[in-house]
């Protein structure tokens, strides 16, 4: 059974800074990862799709990778902006499971 | 404009009485899902509906129903057995697994709280 873990839960960067948002998945058998955004009381908006075959995918100042083998995923942010305050989430939607997310706060 | 809507927003429910959320979709996609989101947490698959007509129980099914009638919409009913339903739903569409890029999309959620 796939499981999927996001460290930290919250992270607090200034303005400016890139930055790098963790997602651990248990089953290298991953068929694809999503990464999603989530501000509060509304749904959850699709970043980026990676399909197991694929390694990286971008989109503007958003990148994201899958390496399989070592069972992690990662969502790169570039130079950050207050507007990218949200929690970020990924997820292994073929097996529909979900990490808890990250709560990211870009301070001015 | 395409999407996935959900409705109410808000939903009241009293002890012992069943209550339904809507959730249509107008992508064509034929996989449907309905997650719970409590506070802090991940998201927890209730049902999903690969197809019109079937649908399977996911993690946390028990004290929840639903039905699949037409491919455009996914109803869940939230009965009286679920015994801590507050929390927030949400509903979501995909392609199917018959696709090779079966990208989740979801809608704007429904925060369910019992009085």
């Known amino acids: 059974k796939q499981e999927v873990t996001q460290i930290p839960a919250a992270l607090s960067v200034p303005e400016g800074e890139n930055l790098v948002l963790n997602c651990s998945f248990t089953d290298s058998a991953i068929y694809n990862l999503q990464w999603f955004r989530q501000d509060p009381g509304k749904g959850l908006t699709s970043l980026l799709l990676i399909q197991s075959s694929q390694r990286e995918q971008t989109s503007g100042r958003l990148n994201a990778s899958l390496d399989k083998s070592s069972g992690r995923s990662t969502l790169y942010i570039a130079a950050s902006q207050p507007g990218d305050s949200a929690t970020y989430l990924c997820?292994?939607?073929?097996?529909?499971?979900f990490g808890a997310g990250t709560r990211l706060t870009v301070k001015p | 404009d395409g999407g996935i809507t959900q409705s109410p927003k808000y939903l009241f429910r009293k002890e012992g009485q069943n209550v339904t959320l809507s959730c249509e979709q107008n992508?064509?996609?034929?996989?449907m899902y309905w997650y719970r989101q409590d506070p802090g947490q991940g998201l927890r698959l209730i049902y999903y509906s690969q197809i019109v007509n079937d649908f399977q129980k996911g993690d946390i099914a028990e004290g929840y129903s639903v039905s699949r009638e037409k491919k455009e919409s996914f109803p869940l009913t939230v009965t009286s057995a679920q015994k801590n339903p507050t929390a927030f739903y949400l509903c979501?569409?995909?392609?199917?697994?018959?696709?090779?890029?079966?990208?989740?999309?979801f809608g704007p959620g429904t925060r369910l709280t019992v009085l």
């Open positions: 992508l064509n996609h034929d996989a």
């Open positions: 997820a292994s939607t073929h097996d529909m499971r």
């Open positions: 979501a569409s995909s392609p199917g697994r018959r696709s090779s890029y079966n990208e989740q999309f």
